[in-house]
């Protein structure tokens, strides 16, 4: 008896442990503005602990970068720059790609499989890729939090743009689960200058601004209409947004307010102690012209040509997009052509909302944190591109089905898109992330036409 | 489906696709464009409609004025209770006569909220009578609608159907194949509807 009780109680204990981290995943992709297959499947108690163990456990770059030599006790971030740098260089990060970044030569996923055959080959592969990649989450996230708690208490990181280590803080917001959550908001300022720009910091004026208070009210209880924070009216997360929206409003007169912004400002204030001018300070970086002209400091940010009248950075950031696809993707490109389908369908919501608008918010927030980090377009076309190359073989063979239209267009729009990667969002983070030589800042300036 | 934003365009739509209704505070704002795709029977004869929603705000003009071109059929929506949706209407009409390159375009005038009608916060700005003169002037058809409430839903879809010449006469003569040469966004009809689109 005793033993059996004994057994038991091992299998709960066993139980309870890999539960933990279902529920972490839960908290961080549980709260879309509608609800989601995900969601309802949670409310019905039908979760697939293997799909959220994946969010949770899923660390593909992290074996490839030198976390482990960092302890905590004798860290010095000054001092390990050379050697950490050396390190970076020698470890190959293309190792254990199943998505391999040589675009025009590669045999694509399920180019000779059916659309089923890929879906459970695809399931197997990511089992495999489980099994090998166990290891205890929590060193890593451990290891991350030391790592940029350093940072932020180092007198030289004062300035992100200027410090000599920024690759090694690049390499680790791309590793593991990125910034952890519970840092992210000082980080977040950190990267983005808010808290130590030397110039003038704007002064929030929250004053109502009388071009654009009725339409900003209006969508205040249309932003995130589910998640805690924003879903009751007059709620303190409404009346932040309110804020910010009407200082930037305030500020930046030829812009004012567009629908979107609210989308994407609405991140910001999710994250814990996050207060209005601190996310209006972050807000007025990303949406900044300036920036990415330093070789100091390459990130570009300028969100606000999206958004101002006649959306040229959108119009922009579309015809980038649509290049890529052109030369990268042109079998895809081809058949959505003949169909009709334009990207403007698609993906004016996911770069007028830095993809908030419907996908998982801990996706979102790895998208926020690259953005910070890398620079705002090239990150969101890395992201589209890579989504549209994933779903390449289902969308060839859905387009040549007799409704083609619209069931490519019900593919390519809100959730759907992301079936493919099964909740596995460091896949789709990987797939971005490989990215690099094609698509750049500089690189883009070829497609400005 | 154009029109100030807030006037409860997708609304509208959710209700004609999926018969359903969202309480305003479960509805995000639409960003860009929305799509949905609805087969309808009307006399007896399936309709196939693709129908495009824009973002009300005045600057996604940019973005969605490619969705007049070839549209069979605009839905232009204001909201009973806000006048001054009802008084950038004409806005609207230059904007569909600049971007529609189809002379026959349909045009129907769709007045919504009117459930909120006589409630206390929000009650009517725009009269029936005015809503309806003003379509006369336009020379366009005409609904008031609640979304809410199910009126008039149905009927400002099924009007444009009956009202839209290539589609409507030539079906009822059974030229139903006819009627496909014309569908938009070069969709390939093999299942014997005739398809329409409008925005």
Request: glycine residues 6%; charged residues 20%; proline residues 4%.
């Amino acid at each position: 008896m005793e033993s059996h009780n004994g057994i038991t109680a091992i299998a709960r204990h066993a139980a309870i442990t890999t539960t933990a981290p279902i529920t972490t995943a839960i908290k961080a992709a549980n709260a879309p503005r509608r609800i989601s297959s995900l969601a309802a499947s949670v409310a019905a108690g039908k979760l697939d602990g293997e799909r959220f163990n994946s969010t949770a456990n899923f660390s593909p770059s992290i074996r490839s970068l030198p976390v482990t030599n960092i302890a905590s006790d004798d860290f010095s971030v000054l001092k390990r720059i050379n050697e950490i740098n050396a390190e970076l260089a020698a470890t190959n990060l293309e190792s254990d790609r199943s998505f391999p970044p040589n675009l025009g030569s590669e045999t694509t996923l399920a180019s000779t499989e059916s659309i089923a055959q890929h879906h459970a080959s695809a399931t197997a592969r990511q089992s495999e890729k489980e099994i090998q990649r166990q290891q205890p989450v929590s060193d890593n996230d451990r290891q991350q939090i030391t790592f940029f708690e350093s940072v932020l208490s180092d007198p030289d990181a004062a300035d992100f743009a200027k410090i000599k280590f920024a690759p090694l803080v690049k390499a680790r917001i791309r590793s593991g689960s990125g910034i952890p959550a519970t840092l992210r908001r000082r980080i977040w300022l950190w990267l983005a200058g808010a808290n130590i720009r030397t110039h003038a910091k704007p002064v929030p004026n929250f004053t109502p601004n009388s071009r654009f208070d009725k339409i900003i009210r209006q969508d205040l209880g249309r932003t995130f209409p589910e998640h805690p924070l924003f879903k009751v009216e007059n709620g303190a997360g409404q009346k932040s947004l309110y804020n910010v929206l009407t200082a930037y409003a305030n500020y930046d007169d030829d812009c004012g307010y567009c629908q979107g912004l609210s989308f994407l400002i609405a991140p910001l204030l999710m994250q814990d102690g996050m207060t209005e001018t601190e996310a209006f300070a972050i807000f007025v970086r990303l949406m900044e012209e300036s920036g990415g002209s330093s070789a100091v400091d390459p990130r570009r940010f300028a969100l606000r040509s999206l958004f101002i009248s006649d959306m040229p950075g959108l119009h922009l950031i579309l015809h980038q997009h649509t290049e890529l696809l052109r030369i990268y993707l042109p079998a895809l490109d081809q058949s959505l052509s003949v169909l009709g389908i334009t990207p403007t369908m698609y993906a004016s919501q996911w770069f007028l909302t830095l993809f908030t608008y419907s996908f998982p918010l801990d996706l979102v927030f790895r998208i926020y944190d690259l953005i910070l980090s890398e620079g705002a377009v090239s990150t969101l076309l890395k992201f589209s591109f890579a989504i549209l190359r994933r779903n390449e073989p289902i969308l060839l063979a859905t387009a040549a089905q007799d409704n083609g239209f619209e069931e490519c267009l019900n593919i390519l729009r809100g959730e759907n898109v992301l079936k493919v990667y099964m909740g596995n969002i460091a896949v789709l983070i990987e797939d971005a992330l490989i990215l690099d030589s094609v698509i750049s800042d500089s690189n883009l300036e070829t497609f400005s036409a | 489906m154009i029109g100030d934003s807030g006037t409860g365009k997708s609304s509208l739509l959710l209700r004609f696709t999926d018969d359903a209704w969202l309480q305003p505070e479960e509805v995000a704002a639409t960003i860009g464009v929305d799509f949905k795709v609805k087969i309808i029977d009307v006399d007896n004869k399936k309709y196939k409609l693709t129908i495009w929603d824009t973002a009300g705000q005045e600057r996604f003009r940019t973005l969605t004025s490619s969705y007049y071109r070839g549209a069979q059929g605009v839905i232009m929506v204001y909201d009973v209770t806000q006048r001054d949706s009802f008084a950038h209407l004409e806005t609207w009409f230059n904007e569909l006569d600049t971007y529609t390159t189809n002379p026959l375009v349909v045009k129907m005038l769709v007045g919504n909220k009117i459930d909120k009608d006589g409630s206390n916060d929000s009650s009517r700005q725009v009269s029936r009578k005015e809503g309806e003169a003003f379509a006369k002037r336009m020379g366009t058809l005409f609904v008031e609608s609640s979304a809410k409430s199910r009126s008039g839903v149905i009927d400002a879809f099924v009007e444009v159907i009956a009202e839209t010449p290539e589609l409507y006469q030539k079906t009822a003569a059974h030229a139903a194949r006819a009627a496909n040469t014309v569908n938009l966004d070069q969709q390939n009809n093999q299942s014997g509807e005739s398809g329409g689109s409008c925005c």
